[in-house]
């Protein structure tokens, strides 16, 4: 529809998940219309990007060396392994200023109905990583729903022989949030969780 | 004069069923695209906006295996779900249970595929899936059964039942006393008799065979005490079954754990 590079760069845009035909558009026009050294910024970030990130090796977590911050840090707890489906969650698990143990990065959860079984996850490496008899305590924060239950099940029955003590983070209700509007199955995971007051 | 320009709201399309969830699939950044096999609308597909959000007010009610009662709206390609309520969530107690929870996703992928046409009644399906996903939660019989027997009355509902009491060929009455044949083809059907046996048919035990019978008949008394060897054959021919007349493979049907 436009000259050659213009429609290119369009098409190029177009293939960013949650950018459609539109979005596309409206992202070239506003690049063309941006001073030249931002649009050379960014275009050196995105090369950078590509040449120097990679998977840490340990966790699996996004990383700049073979290994990422937070298992070349040794003031975390090499104790504790928080297993998580993508490196995402490490982010949003870090901004609570809590954890202070490790991670492992599954690459996804269980999903038979996308073909994806324990094989097509990181389980032998978090294995491996659990062989040496160092970590002491393993938390299953795979998302709440059905597919990262039924991950962390299948990863508890297969902890279970290690003698590990293997936890999930508590399901309930949202911060802020009104009770009428809770639905039913995250009010009763709530009560499920319930905690004493000890005041 | 003319008063203030009233938009009609005509063509505006509200309708209301129940279904159960199949499967979900991420729309942007915060939506999902919902299958769902409705009772009155067939197998409908529908975006819930926002649902993955923490705040969703119904977000956990459109996860797979959920019973739920929708407000929905037609849309010019997907409908828009507006409202959600659980009628019963059967995916709590399997997500607990890895065979149940890998039989259950098999159900649910073989339900999407027994349904390809989009918004064609077919309560027959639905409610064979609701009975199916019930037997399952319930905990009363081997998953690996209650997926078999599924997928046996599933073909049945779609007019694919294999002849288990005639030869699939020629029709002569219960090859398996008559002739003495345990052939069973899945390409000609079922059974078959010992002159119609096609090369490459199977020879499952005589138990094995019983054990379909028993799982179609829904004759649980006689499926629950049957033996795992035979429970592990009935189940590869089953799947062997529905996949060639589904022409097309259960991808769900690969990672079934078996107890």
Redesign the interface.
């Known amino acids: 529809m436009y000259e050659g590079i213009v429609q290119s760069l369009i098409d190029e845009l177009g293939r960013l998940p949650?950018v459609g035909p539109k979005g596309a558009q409206r992202i070239a026009f506003h690049l063309l219309a941006t001073d030249a050294t931002d649009v050379r910024r960014l275009a050196s970030v995105l090369v950078e990007v590509t040449e120097r990130v990679r998977f840490c090796r340990i966790c699996g977590n996004v990383a700049e060396e073979e290994e990422c911050r937070i298992c070349r840090d040794p003031r975390r707890d090499a104790s504790v392994i928080c297993v998580v489906e993508e490196p995402k969650d490490i982010a949003a698990i870090e901004k609570i200023r809590e954890f202070r143990g490790r991670y492992h990065v599954l690459g996804g959860a269980?999903?038979?109905?996308?073909?994806i079984?324990p094989d097509d996850l990181r389980t032998r490496e978090l294995m491996v990583r659990l062989s040496d008899g160092a970590v002491t305590e393993v938390i299953l924060a795979t998302n709440p729903?059905?597919e990262g239950?039924?991950t962390a099940?299948?990863l508890a029955?297969l902890l279970k022989p290690l003698g590990l003590r293997v936890t999930r983070p508590a399901s309930g209700l949202?911060v802020?949030?009104d009770l009428e509007?809770a639905?039913?199955?995250?009010l009763g995971r709530a009560f499920e969780g319930r905690r004493l007051l000890d005041v | 004069m003319a008063g203030p320009a009233v938009r009609d709201n005509d063509t505006v399309s509200l309708y209301r069923d129940d279904g159960i969830v199949l499967r979900t699939q991420k729309l942007g950044e915060a939506d999902r695209i919902v299958t769902i096999l409705t009772r009155r609308n067939g197998r409908v597909r529908a975006v819930g906006k926002g649902v993955r959000r923490t705040k969703s007010r119904f977000g956990a009610r459109l996860e797979p295996f959920t019973h739920v009662d929708l407000l929905l709206y037609t849309g010019r390609s997907l409908d828009v779900i507006t409202q959600a309520e659980t009628v019963r969530a059967y995916g709590g107690p399997l997500a607990v249970d890895y065979p149940r929870y890998t039989s259950g996703t098999a159900m649910l992928e073989t339900a999407e595929r027994f349904t390809p046409v989009e918004k064609e009644p077919i309560i027959r399906q639905f409610l064979l899936l609701v009975g199916g996903l019930r037997a399952l939660g319930e905990r009363v019989h081997d998953p690996r059964l209650v997926l078999d027997a599924y997928l046996l009355r599933t073909l049945a509902v779609a007019g694919y039942a294999p002849a288990l009491d005639e030869c699939a060929v020629c029709g002569t009455p219960d090859p398996v006393n008559t002739t003495g044949s345990r052939s069973f083809a899945v390409p000609a059907g079922g059974l078959t008799c010992r002159s119609c046996r096609p090369p490459g048919a199977a020879s499952p035990a005589v138990a094995t065979i019983a054990l379909m019978r028993s799982l179609l008949r829904g004759d649980w008394a006689q499926a629950d005490i049957s033996q795992a060897r035979h429970q592990v054959e009935c189940s590869g021919l089953v799947a062997a079954y529905v996949q060639w007349h589904l022409e097309h493979s259960i991808r769900s049907l690969r990672h079934v754990e078996h107890v």
């Open positions: 949650g269980i999903s038979p109905i996308d073909g079984g729903n059905l239950e039924a099940t299948y029955r949202p802020g949030g509007y639905d039913e199955v995250t």
